[in-house]
Each structure stands twice: as structure tokens, then as C-alpha cells.
């Protein structure tokens, strides 16, 4: 094939105007005609043939205009159009248009449009800032970058692709700016980049690149703050094997790599000399760069879509990066950490649209932020049905911070090992921080449930803190402890519109805690919000609402605690509220509410908070240095097992009895500086 250099200098347009009229109309007939050979219809270029693939895309708009009139016409190809029109002065102008987007050539023709005879024009068509070039092998692409280099600064060059084509090394590349067109494949048969893009712009639309098997590197790489490489419409990065480090796919050091449409898929980064060392970025790899993704699909539901590595299936971040996603999809990737996603050294994930679904690792299945890392979560994204075999089905934070706000849903993830932990979220590490002030967590119980044996909703671990004010944390399940949340050595705090309801622990013929809550040598801070409709079932079951044992700390001073249930199998089947068998501290005051808490077992027997053998309620506001707030509407009722019947072992006085009252009915009173129920 001839290569099509400068694919235009003049563009002459042949403009046909026919006396096809009647005297009492005074019309006249204009025909425009494009592609022919001949002297009265539009000759393309002089001396340059064009190839079809390309004309076929060509879109010519047309604007004819006489002052008073004004008459859109489009031509695709070639062709032409015929239209009606009055005598006189009119204007011509066309814009030809590759693809209906990049400026091809364009011209104007002012003239006279006489009744009564034939006019035509010539319409001297111009060329733009765009040079157009046809590529159909390897050695043509060589010959264009060899006239591109020659090009004049300013110029954007377009490559158009018009076959399907074997490349045995990298394409080279040169000038400033280049776009690649074209719905066609080029194959690597060798190894190595098959796009290095430096310091450059490259945008490549529809055209599939294709590694192999056998590569030692990635199929493109981005380098240097002046790289730019964007992918659009149906353009494709796929079956690609790095079998030497890091990266199947595309990978940016120092770039910007800008995604709104196509795939990136079946991409591996293996080290097959010894195939446990550490690779990172199955299928994008970001190093100190940018990742902009408002579209396409890493990954796919297909067999051989996957991405894989052992960080990072889908797309690695690392050392101060930025990924912003506004759309697309993250799917069917695997790795061992962040099947999905995983942010690291200082990275920033930005997701405000958008999925991550269907990911597998042995943690994060979703995503995995670490070391120092930060994941904003808004608006629209969605993380689901990701599966991760430890810790974190949808989302794993160590040592980073993670925040969720309103729109945002993590649902339909799992932990699926024998002690896997945290279904929809795990968080753990000194430094982790997750804030959540909206979105959702769960969503209905049939459907959207994150699933674990520890925490189906969020665990939170090793000193780390979690801080809901907004949200819902609703419809998941455990088999074990906590279908909502667990904290285990770490903080969370409770407030403003916070939920947390629906959700499950459904022990098998082994014990149930924390149908809402399980807080285990931790502390739960609840100044606000809502614990209802939240169920433990197991063989014995304990803590519908919220379930505190060993060390576990409780600070109530607002929200309600109402509509959960406790229930299983034998006697052992207490606290559809509260239950309080910990070393801890169950600190109460301000407007706490715990109350319509059921054993549905017992004849929906009243079953609220429910004080284990010894253990009692402190009331916050009386001790020497708590801030907690004094009573305002704090309504809550008791179970005790012990046989004294204490509610508040100290401090109390007289009228703190108002505030409590008993499950089984009789009255609370005050004796000496504790509140017992009489018995």
C-alpha cells in the first residue's frame, strides 16, 4: 500500500448549480459532488489518491448561505447532495471531517447563482493542522514516522491503521503529537514495548494493539512528565505476558495515562524464573504518574479478560500517583493483593464514578490501599462482588486513610476463607483512618450483602478508627461475629445520620455475637444515629444490637438502639440490644434510647440490655472528668444475671431511676448510690 503523505494540499470541490427551475419560482438546482474523477465533480487531491478506508470516513459539512437563508448539508464519502435554492449571491462553506472529529481540510466559495443557465464553482479546499497518513505494515509505519520527523512544529499527525498488520519490535515514534486511527490490529511478534511513547502525546482510537506470550516487557510504556498517552472509543491493550517484572499492560512512569474508552485485558506480569517474586500491575502500572479513567473496561467477564499479578491485578498506583476514575468498569482481574486495585507509598485513588466488580485475591479482592495511601470514595461508585480469601472482600486499608461519602455503595462482596474477615471492608494499622459520612454498605440482604465469618460489614483492627456520621451500614452477614461491624483493639465513632440495620450473624451450630456490633478489646463511641433491625442467631447467640466482650469499652450518649433480635438454640440467648459481658466499661448519658429489643423465641419476650454475671453500667455524666452529657430523654431497659439485680454498681442517685427500666416489668430503684431492680 502507498503510504498517504500530507494527506491534502489543495481539495478542489466542484459546485454544480443547474437551471432546474420554474420562471414563477426563479430556483435553481444545486448539486455538490465529492470523489469523483472527472472535471465537473470534486478531483480529491491532485495527484494523491486517498485510500478508501479512509474516504469512507470522511464526513463533509456543508453550510450554504445567502444572507437570508441558511442550509445544512452533510455528504459521508463520496457522493454528493442536490439541493433547491433562490438566484443570487450565496456562500459555500465546507468542512471535511475524519472520524466526525478531526479537522481533514475545509474551504469557502462566494459566487453568484444566475436562473437560467448552469453555475458552478470551484472550492478551493485547505489543509488544517492535521497531517493524515495511511499504514497497513510495519515497514509503512517506519516510513511515516521517517516524514513525520520532517513535519513542521504545531502539526498534529494522524496515523490511520487500514489493515491488520504482524510487528516484530517496538513502532517507533516521532513528533509532538500523534493519533492513531483505525478499527484494525497490530500484533507484536517479538518482545518488548510495542508503544514507548517519551515526552509525547499519543492518542490511539479503535486500533488493538496485541502482545504475546513470550514478551519480557510491557505492551506500552508512558515515561516522563511530558508523556501522554489516551485511549478512546474501541481501542484495545490485550494478551500481553511481562515474563520478567512488573506490568502486562500499559505502564506509566512519570506520565499522564488517560482512559475513556476501550480494554485493557488478558495482560499477565509474571517473573517465570521464580513465580512468587513480587510483580505489580497486571494491567496499568503507575509509577509517580497519573491515571485518568472515565471509561472502557480493564479486565472483562470473559475467559482470558483477566489481568493478573501478584499486587495489583487490574491497576497498580505507587509512589505518590494519582488515580482519578469518573467511569468504567475494573472487573475479573486477580491478584493476591488488590485484585482489583491496589494504592500504594503515599498513592491517591480518587473514585467517583464507576465500578470495581468482580475481582479476585487472597486480600482485597476490590481494592487494597496501604502504606500511607489515600481512597476517596463518592457520588457514584460502586464496589461489588469482588472476592478476597482473608481479609477485605471490597475494600482493604493497612496504614492509609479511607473516606466514603454520600452516593457510594460497597455491596455483594465476600471473604470466603474459613476465617476470612471484613466482607465489605477491612481496616487495620496505627496510622488507618476510615471516615465514612455517606454511601452504603450492604444494601438489601438477598442481594447486596457483603459476606464474611468476622465483620460481613466492616472489621476494624490493630489500633485502627472508623468514624460514621452519615451512611448506612445495612443487609450484611457473618457466620460468626458481627454482620455489621467489628472492632477489635481500635476505635469507632457514631453520629449524626449513621445506620446501621439489617444486618446478620447466622451461626451454624456455633456461637453468634454482634448481630449490629461486636466490639472486642475496643471502643465504640455512640453519640448518634440508629442500631435496629439487626438479628444473631447461633448456639448460644448474644448482642442483637451490639455485643461487648473481653476489653471491649461502650460510650452511649445519643442514638437509639431498637428492633433487634436475638435468637438460636438452648438457654444461652441473651442481650437483643445490648449485651455487656466485658472487662470494659458500658458508659451511658445524654440522650441514649435503648428499647424494643426482642428474643422472638421467648414469645418476643423483652430483651434489651442484658449485664452478665457482675458486670454493670457506669453513668458517664456523674464521674469526675467525662464529658459525656447528663440525662435528656435517655430511655433504657434491663436485663440482669446477676442475682443482687445491680444495674449501676456506683454514683448513682435518686433520680437517675427515671432513666432505666426493667425488661421483666418490675421497677428500678435507688439504693444508696445504685440503681437494682427490685425484685
Request: charged residues 15%; negative net charge.
Amino acid at each position: 500500500m502507498k503510504t498517504t503523505i500530507k494527506a491534502l494540499f489543495v481539495l478542489v470541490i466542484i459546485l454544480i448549480f443547474s437551471s432546474c427551475f420554474s420562471d414563477w419560482k426563479g430556483e435553481a438546482t444545486l448539486t455538490i459532488s465529492f470523489g469523483g474523477g472527472n472535471g465537473r465533480a470534486a478531483a480529491w487531491i491532485s495527484g494523491e489518491e486517498v485510500a478508501p478506508e479512509v474516504m469512507e470516513k470522511i464526513t463533509h459539512k456543508i453550510t450554504l448561505s445567502n444572507g437570508t437563508d441558511v442550509i445544512p448539508l452533510t455528504v459521508v464519502g463520496k457522493g454528493s447532495v442536490t439541493e433547491t435554492v433562490a438566484p443570487g449571491s450565496w456562500t459555500v462553506t465546507i468542512d471535511a471531517l475524519y472520524d466526525d472529529d478531526l479537522p481533514f481540510a475545509t474551504g469557502t466559495w462566494k459566487g453568484e447563482v444566475t436562473a437560467g443557465q448552469e453555475n458552478h464553482a470551484d472550492v478551493e479546499m485547505n489543509p488544517t493542522d492535521y497531517t493524515f497518513f495511511a499504514v497497513g505494515s510495519f515497514n509503512e509505519w517506519g516510513d511515516a514516522m521517517e516524514l513525520i520527523i520532517k513535519e513542521p512544529a504545531g502539526k498534529t499527525c494522524v496515523i490511520i491503521v487500514t489493515k491488520d498488520f504482524p510487528a516484530n519490535n517496538y513502532l517507533t515514534l516521532s513528533g509532538s503529537d500523534i493519533i492513531i486511527r483505525g478499527d484494525h490490529t497490530v500484533t507484536l511478534t517479538g518482545t518488548g514495548s510495542l508503544l514507548n511513547i517519551w515526552n509525547r502525546n499519543v492518542t490511539l482510537r479503535d486500533v488493538k494493539l496485541k502482545g504475546n506470550n513470550s514478551n519480557t516487557s510491557q505492551l506500552v510504556t508512558v515515561e516522563g512528565e511530558g508523556g501522554f498517552f489516551t485511549m478512546e472509543g474501541s481501542a484495545s491493550v490485550t494478551g500481553n505476558t511481562n515474563n520478567n517484572g512488573n506490568c502486562g499492560g500499559v505502564a506509566v512512569h512519570g506520565g499522564t495515562f488517560t482512559m475513556s474508552g476501550g480494554s485493557i485485558a488478558g495482560n499477565n506480569a509474571i517473573i517465570s524464573s521464580n513465580p512468587n517474586d513480587q510483580t505489580r500491575g497486571g494491567g496499568v502500572y503507575v509509577y509517580n504518574g497519573i491515571f485518568n479513567m472515565s471509561g472502557g473496561t480493564i479486565g472483562g467477564d470473559k475467559d482470558g479478560d483477566a489481568n493478573t499479578a501478584i499486587q495489583g491485578g487490574g491497576v497498580y498506583v505507587s509512589t505518590n500517583s494519582t488515580f482519578n476514575m469518573t467511569g468504567g468498569s475494573i472487573s475479573g482481574n486477580e491478584a493476591s493483593a488488590g485484585g482489583g486495585v491496589y494504592v500504594f507509598e503515599g498513592s491517591t485513588f480518587f473514585m467517583s464514578n464507576g465500578e470495581v466488580s468482580g475481582n479476585e485475591a487472597v486480600a482485597g479482592g476490590g481494592v487494597y490501599v496501604f502504606d500511607h495511601s489515600t481512597f476517596f470514595m463518592s457520588v457514584s461508585a460502586v464496589i461489588s462482588r469482588n472476592i478476597s480469601d482473608t481479609m477485605g472482600g471490597g475494600v482493604y486499608l493497612k496504614d492509609g486513610e479511607f473516606t466514603m461519602s454520600v452516593g457510594a455503595v460497597i455491596s455483594g462482596n465476600a471473604t470466603t476463607g474459613d476465617l476470612g474477615s471484613g466482607g465489605g471492608v477491612y481496616v487495620s494499622g496505627d496510622n488507618s483512618i476510615f471516615e465514612m459520612t455517606g454511601g452504603t454498605i450492604g444494601g438489601d440482604k438477598d442481594v447486596d450483602a457483603n459476606t464474611a465469618y468476622i465483620g460481613g460489614g466492616v472489621v476494624v483492627y490493630e489500633r485502627s478508627t472508623f468514624d460514621m456520621s452519615g451512611g448506612a451500614i445495612s443487609g450484611n452477614k457473618s457466620s460468626a461475629t458481627g454482620g455489621g461491624v467489628v472492632i477489635n483493639t481500635s476505635e469507632f465513632t457514631m453520629r449524626g445520620s449513621a445506620v446501621i440495620s439489617g444486618n446478620a450473624v447466622i451461626g451454624t451450630n456455633t456461637t453468634g455475637i454482634g448481630g449490629g456490633v461486636a466490639v472486642q478489646n475496643g471502643t465504640f463511641n455512640m453519640i448518634d444515629g440508629k442500631i435496629n433491625g439487626n438479628t444473631v442467631t447461633g448456639a448460644p447467640s448474644s448482642g442483637g444490637g451490639v455485643c461487648l466482650i473481653y476489653a471491649a469499652f461502650f460510650n452511649m450518649s445519643g442514638g437509639i438502639i431498637t428492633g433487634n433480635f436475638v435468637t438460636g438454640i438452648g438457654d444461652d440467648i441473651n442481650g437483643a440490644g445490648v449485651y455487656h459481658n466485658s472487662s470494659g466499661t458500658f458508659r451511658v448519658g445524654g440522650t441514649a434510647k435503648i428499647q424494643g429489643n426482642l428474643k422472638p423465641d421467648s414469645n418476643g419476650e423483652s430483651n434489651n440490655v442484658y449485664l452478665a454475671d457482675a458486670k454493670s453500667i457506669v453513668l458517664g455524666y456523674h464521674e469526675a472528668g467525662n464529658e459525656m452529657l447528663p440525662p435528656k430523654g435517655m430511655m433504657i431497659f434491663v436485663t440482669t444475671e446477676n442475682s443482687n439485680n445491680i444495674i449501676v454498681a456506683q454514683l448513682a442517685e435518686e433520680g437517675d431511676k427515671d432513666y432505666f427500666r426493667a425488661d421483666n416489668g418490675n421497677a428500678v430503684i435507688c439504693q444508696g448510690d445504685q440503681l437494682i431492680i427490685n425484685p
